[in-house]
């Protein structure tokens, strides 16, 4: 990140500030946060968006003993989290009263769907109503038919593995490209 400097560098009372966005970081920067304020809004029926620090107090309020494993979850990608500014995110559908992972079935769940998505298009997933399960949110039903939001994250997994296969080919196979009209 770039700095604007408000004194001279010499200035005992030497101070930065970020320097304005280029109009593409901007950009981008704008999309991020109306992307975030859709999770917010999409998340807001299942208990909201915590940050981790947040999580962390709460469960020290409420003598959680699954505190020292919060962090274990977060970087072997067991619970559902992104970062936004700098702050770790988590929905807390996915957390009992003691801070446990309230839906054991999430694991099975997440581990077909972080091998295709990043964490952000992962909590997305879940609050988007999704064909394989007739529209449904998977939110909505992993408590109640854990099975069929497995199945739909198994399915889009293997779409997505179907999906990437093919465009490998169409970039390295002149007649598959030719195949499917894409000459270049």
Known sequence: MQHVWLSAPSSPALRTFPAPYASEDREAQVQQDQRFIRLLDL????????????????????????????????????????????TTWLPLFQFDAMGRVAAPQLGPVLAEL?????????????????????????????????????????????????????????KHEPWIRAAAGREE
């Open 43 to 86: 998340y807001r029926s299942t208990g909201g968006l915590v940050r981790a620090e947040e999580l962390v107090t709460l469960l020290q309020r409420r003598g959680a003993l699954a505190l020292a494993a919060l962090p274990g979850w977060v970087l072997g990608g067991e619970v559902i989290c992104f970062e936004w500014q700098d």
């Open 114 to 170: 972080n091998c295709i998505y990043d964490p952000w298009d992962t909590a997305n997933w879940f609050v988007q109503p999704q064909l394989w399960l007739d529209l449904r949110r998977p939110v909505d039903l992993l408590a109640s038919d854990p099975l069929a939001v497995l199945n739909a994250a198994r399915a889009e997994r293997l779409a997505g593995a179907a999906r990437e296969r093919v465009a490998r080919h169409l």
